[in-house]
């Protein structure tokens, strides 16, 4: 039944209109996404400015698909994409066959059974794919209300469409209800974050003004309502146009003796409805949105004729809305109010019909909605069940939250006193249960819910005689970020005894992960090979050779042979596609970029590893912990080689998972990283805070040295070396790990805070601290003698910057020790440290007094690097150190070793990068007309395969061509672009790509 919800008149809303034509259609182009977010309180009119906003947008010539979120909190993942393409199916028309082809082949993709690992992947290509044919080379636009009921698996959808991935032009615009986004609402951080980004808008829609009141009312009236009535009018309604409508209408119509609240007047228009169309509004408010019409019947048992009858009745009324799809009530606040009106038992009977229905109905069963209506109507053990199968069924399209929720609803529903035998649950496993819970809260990032549920399985002891649930515990608490009772777990069930072959395979190989993780890369060497033992003895036990053998690798690599332990991380790789376990897949792609963008330090093919691995892991449904590690992996490889703007886009996305435990360690560091580099003090300080308290259990020393480190960094530029020195001294106590280059690191914070102390005369240098800095330094220089040779190579740069520093403590500090670090940073295309030392060499040589022309050149080469980066404190120094030496900035600079070349927008709000290069003292300079003009039509090819993440080997493939001849033309298109890196190079196909 069609509804006249939509002839109310739009009053005061042409602004927004014209925000939103604009935002969605006018000012993006092909293979480019926007989005809007409306957001406003209850009844201010969003549905209403979609709906109206969605008619101009199709009428502009752009697809519209058009759905809405259930408002229940277990609903199904996907939901409203799927509402979206029926909708549009249904109304095309015969002439338009192939469209339609395309849609239900689309729907036939979310409904076919894909149990297999790889299947969300497939499902997100193929969901791109078929918008594409249904767009057809138009723009498209999804829109979706009620985004604050949205399920995570929709949410991931959209935030996977959003990358703009392809030619497709894809606009969101969505309505979310501004009061329930209170407290720790999952889409309050999302919209936060999303909030910084360029392409995405948040309008928030507020009440009307009088003027607009008064136009509104009087639009319904038919005619100007008298001051009396207009200020009532007004003061009653505060400008939420639903309210102005309802009271405009009781005017209209002559009702009086309505009361001054909502709830009154709510309550009195239902009141007056005939009894069949007062049993339907409540029957509609009683349901999950969009009521079904058969299912409506079945539940008010009305005759055809007299239902029909009933629901004109309440969409004349204004309380019900009628749509091809189903009923709704016209505002949901009407079922706020009618919650209170009914008994228990009617509420609890009306349930009841709903969930009899559906259970008639096996074609339109939705276990989700099943369980919601059994559970509210009282009968626990016919819930159960379908909870049950709501859980397997979100697990298997990866939408491990929703299935924790329902595994979760499952428990409470199993603990519920039945009430006779009739109502008897089925016998369920509860232990089962816990179990199942407990590792879909794991998955989807609960972890500190995923321990407190293990420990309800065994009871709260403090170690349970099953060695499963003891490893599955360390697995829990690594992920937590409690790394050392995971060590203890692992090695408990390693000496028991009790434990099966297969058991201990697995807890060496989790210890031999974990111990990677903590850069204690010998320990982990002797682990894996013990699990490769054990595992030889066990079938089926290809986890844990995935886990053993990339640990093993990257042991090799970091202490032995760098290019056969890749090999055997890569290889890992491979065995852990084929058997398509998703934990088997993320760990392996974490070791292999980890692997690359730190010890080998090949960064280029590391960041593409960890973004390729990013997308993969997500695809399998482990967004949340997985995925945010190997973004967190890719910002500091990106962060390293100067791409500081592209590093921020990528931990803002991640952070839109709100990830926890370990994983958030992981991605904060990596952001504080940037912020340090920065100079954004506060927001390093909020960083650092949280770390702390995260890690106050006991931490990693992957986690521990680098918050040190980068409290260290950020308290030298705030000029308080003695906060430095301590924080550089707590680390060398603490230091357990095999990694040089961390401890390299270290080293060379200290002794700078020493030598910045010494400079500043502000602190003593403390000599037993400088002994110490001293001791670490000669560790790093034995320790990398005998390490793997590109592990050696940045273990030489931090020596040579110690080196370096040391001469500071000495006297003037040495020019041709600062040229050597400056030289070996180079070397290794790291701007950020080649230009704190071309700054450090200047110093020192206008301190001698002499070759003052070479300084100037130094600091005007640091001050190009650091400004191109946006370090604003490093380029303040280097601004100081020029001003007292009557230096020059602005010439023209000779270029030194690899300038990293700036980015625009992309950080955490539009434009921050590239603003804080501005201010850092860089010219902003648009790019050509054509900046790949220049190319061939294959080097333009082999760019966009680059740009795609392929290696030389894999373009080969693709192009019929020798691995060496995509090497010279990848070497020409860098010098023809003139970048250094793929990194750099894949960003200038995407900027030209839709010239």
Known sequence: MASDVDSAPLVGRADQLAV???????????????????????????????????????????????????????????????????RFDADLTAGQARTSSAVRGLLRTFAADSGGADSAGALLERVSRGLSLIAEGRPLVLVLDDLQWVDRTTRQLLLYLLAGLGELQLSVLAAVRAESLQGAHPLRRVLTELRRLRSVRVLDLAPLDRTGTDLL?????????????????WQRSGGNPFVVEELARDLRDGRDGLSDTLREIFLSRVDALPRHAHAAVHAVAAGVEPVEHWLLAEVLGLPEAELIEALREAVAHRLLVGADDGYRLRHRLVAEVLAHELLPAERAGLHRRYAEALTRA??????ARLAHHWRLAGEPGRALPAAMAAAREAERLHGFAEAHRHWTAALQLAATPVTGPADAPPEVDRTALLERAAEAAHKSGEHARALSLLAELTGGEPLDPSCAVRIQRARYLAAA?????????????????????????????????????????ADAGQRARTALELAASVEGSTTEVVLA??????????????D?????????????????????????????????????????????????????????????????????????????????????????????????????????????????????????????????????????????????????????????HDVARQAVQRGLTESRSDDVVLLGTLAWHGLRAEAEAHASRTVAVDETALRRLRDAVDRVAAKSATAAGPVRVIADGFLALCTAELSRLDGRGDPDA???????????????????????????????????????????QAHEMASSLGAVPLTS???????????????????????????????????????????????????????????????????????????????????????????????????????????????????????
């Open 818 to 860: 600062w040229a050597r670090s400056a030289a070996e940073w180079d070397r290794r295309n790291h701007p950020y440290p080649a230009a704190y030392s071309r700054l450090r060499q200047a110093e020192a040589l206008l301190a001698r007094r002499s070759r003052s022309g070479a300084a100037s050149t130094l600091l005007r």
């Open 20 to 86: 939103l034509r604009a935002a969605l259609h006018d000012e993006i182009g092909p293979g480019q996404t926007a989005a809007v977010f409306v957001t406003g309180e209850s009844g201010v009119g969003k549905t209403r400015l979609l709906t109206e906003a969605a008619a101009r947008l199709r009428d502009a010539g752009a697809v519209v698909l058009t759905g809405s979120c259930l408002d229940i909190g277990d609903a199904s993942p996907l939901h409203p994409v799927l509402q979206a393409l029926r």
């Open 481 to 521: 970020g409690r790394s050392a009772p995971a060590e203890a777990e692992y090695r408990s069930v390693l000496e028991s005894v009790d434990c099966t072959a297969r058991e201990r395979a697995a807890a060496a190989a989790q210890l031999a992960h974990l111990l990677v993780l903590q850069g204690r890369y």
């Open 217 to 233: 009312a009087a639009r319904i009236v038919g005619a100007p309502l008298a001051p009396e009535a207009a200020d009532q009018v």
């Open 362 to 367: 096996p074609a339109e069963l939705h276990q």
């Open 877 to 995: 120094e280097i601004r100081t150190l020029a001003g007292r030496a009557r230096v020059e900035l602005t010439g023209r600079v000779q270029p030194a070793g690899r300038v990293p070349t700036p980015r625009t927008g992309g950080s955490r709000s539009p434009g921050a990068g590239r603003s804080r290069a501005v201010a850092a003292g860089e010219a902003a300079v648009p790019p050509g007309p054509d900046e790949l003009a220049l190319l061939t039509a294959r080097e333009r090819e082999v760019l966009a395969a680059v740009a795609e993440g392929l290696t030389n080997r894999e373009i080969g493939q693709r192009l019929f061509i020798s691995e060496r001849t995509i090497g010279v033309h990848v070497s020409h298109i860098f010098d023809k672009l003139q970048v250094r890196t793929r990194v750099q190079a894949s960003a200038i196909h995407l900027r030209n790509r839709g010239e």
């Open 564 to 720: 056969a332990g890749l090999a055997v991380v890569r290889r890992a790789l491979e065995t852990a596609e084929r058997s398509g376990g998703p934990e088997d897949v993320a760990c392996a792609y974490l070791h292999l970029a980890e692997l690359l963008t730190g010890p080998l330090n090949i960064l280029e093919e590391g960041v593409v590893v960890a973004r390729r691995g990013a997308e993969r892991v997500a695809e399998l449904g482990l967004g949340r912990t997985y995925e945010t590690r190997l973004l967190a992996i890719a910002t500091n490889g990106l962060f390293r080689v100067g791409q500081w703007a592209e590093a921020e886009k990528v931990v803002a996305a991640a952070l839109r998972h709100r990830p926890s435990g370990a994983d958030a360690v992981e991605l904060l560091l990596a952001r504080c990283r940037l912020s340090v580099g920065y100079g954004d003090v506060a927001a390093s300080d909020r960083d650092l805070e949280a770390v702390a308290t995260m890690l106050a259990g006991g931490g990693a020393p992957r986690h521990v040295l680098p918050m040190l480190i980068l409290r260290a960094g950020l308290a030298m530029w705030q000029g308080r």
């Open 549 to 562: 053998s990339s640990a093993l690798g990257f042991s090799e690599a970091f202490l032995e042979d760098p």
